[in-house]
C-alpha cells in the first residue's frame, strides 16, 4: 500500500469516524500502573499525535515519561538546512505544552523513511532499553506507514522478549481505513477519554509543530505535511490503543 496524503487523497474524513459506532463502542482503556512509559516515536511529532493524552495521564499518576525518537524527521523537508534542529525543537516546545518538560528523549537518529532497513537494531536497542515493568507504547504495526510499521514491529519483538506491556497508537491508519472494515483489530482496541484541559494540552502541543502544519518558503512541497483533514482525525477527545498485551 502506497501511503499518499495530499488535496487529491484527502482519507477517510473525520465525520465518517464521527458517526461511526465501532469506534464509539469501543470500551475504556484500563491504563496499568507503571513507574515508567517508554513511547516510541518514528518521527519527532508522533508521540503527540498518537499518545499526548496518554502520557499526560500516566505522568499524573507520578510514571516517568521517557520519548524514544526513532529518526529526527528529516525526510519531511528533503535538503532543507536545519530541519533536523528545528523539529527538535518543535518537540521540546510540544512536550513542554503538555506539562512533560522533564520527560527524557533518547535520540536514535535512524534514516527518515528507511526504518525497515535497520529493522534489528531498532529491536536490538529498544530491548536493551526497556525493563519488564515499563509500559511501552509504539505505532500500530500495521499503520501504513513503512516506519510507523517497523517501528511497531520492532516494539512488538523487543516487548515479546523483555515481558514489557505494549499499547500501540494509530496515526496513519485513520487515513487509509474505513470504519466498517475490519483491516484494524477492534477487539483488541481500547479508547483513552481525555479531560477537556488534557484535550486543549494536546492542541496547543501540536501547534508547536509549524514545520509540519505550515509551508515555508524553503520547503521542498506546495502543501502542509499535516493538512487540515489529518488534524481532525488526530486530535480527538479521545485516543485509541491496539492492547497487544505482554509475554
Do not use: N
Amino acid at each position: 500500500m502506497e501511503l499518499i496524503v495530499d488535496e487529491g487523497h484527502p482519507g477517510t474524513p473525520e465525520s465518517l469516524w464521527e458517526g461511526s459506532s465501532r469506534l464509539q463502542r469501543l470500551p475504556e482503556l484500563r491504563l496499568p500502573t507503571v513507574a515508567r512509559v517508554v513511547v516510541v516515536a518514528p518521527h519527532p511529532d508522533d508521540e503527540v499525535f498518537g499518545a499526548a493524552g496518554l502520557m499526560q495521564e500516566l505522568a499524573g499518576r507520578g510514571a516517568e515519561v521517557v520519548v524514544v525518537g526513532v529518526t529526527d524527521g528529516e525526510g519531511s523537508h528533503p535538503g532543507v538546512p536545519g530541519i533536523v534542529p528545528l523539529r527538535a525543537r518543535e518537540r521540546e516546545l510540544a512536550l513542554a505544552r503538555l506539562g512533560l518538560g522533564d520527560a527524557h528523549v533518547v535520540r536514535l537518529g535512524l534514516p527518515d523513511g528507511a526504518v525497515a532497513s535497520r529493522l534489528s537494531g531498532l529491536t536490538g536497542a529498544l530491548r536493551r532499553f526497556l525493563r519488564h515493568d515499563d509500559l511501552c507504547v509504539a505505532p500500530w504495526h500495521h499503520d501504513g506507514h513503512p516506519d510507523h510499521d517497523a517501528a511497531g514491529a520492532a516494539a512488538m519483538e523487543a516487548c515479546a522478549e523483555t515481558g514489557s506491556p505494549l499499547l500501540q497508537y494509530l496515526v496513519w491508519a485513520w487515513h487509509w481505513v474505513q470504519p466498517d472494515d475490519q483491516a484494524i483489530p477492534w477487539r483488541r482496541c481500547g479508547r483513552l477519554s481525555m479531560s477537556r484541559g488534557a484535550a486543549d494540552r494536546k492542541r496547543w502541543s501540536a501547534q508547536a509543530f509549524g514545520s509540519q502544519l505550515r509551508v515555508s518558503a524553503d520547503a521542498p512541497r506546495r502543501e502542509p505535511v499535516l493538512p487540515d483533514p489529518v488534524l481532525k482525525r488526530l486530535l480527538r477527545r479521545h485516543e485509541t490503543f491496539v492492547d497487544i498485551g505482554s509475554s
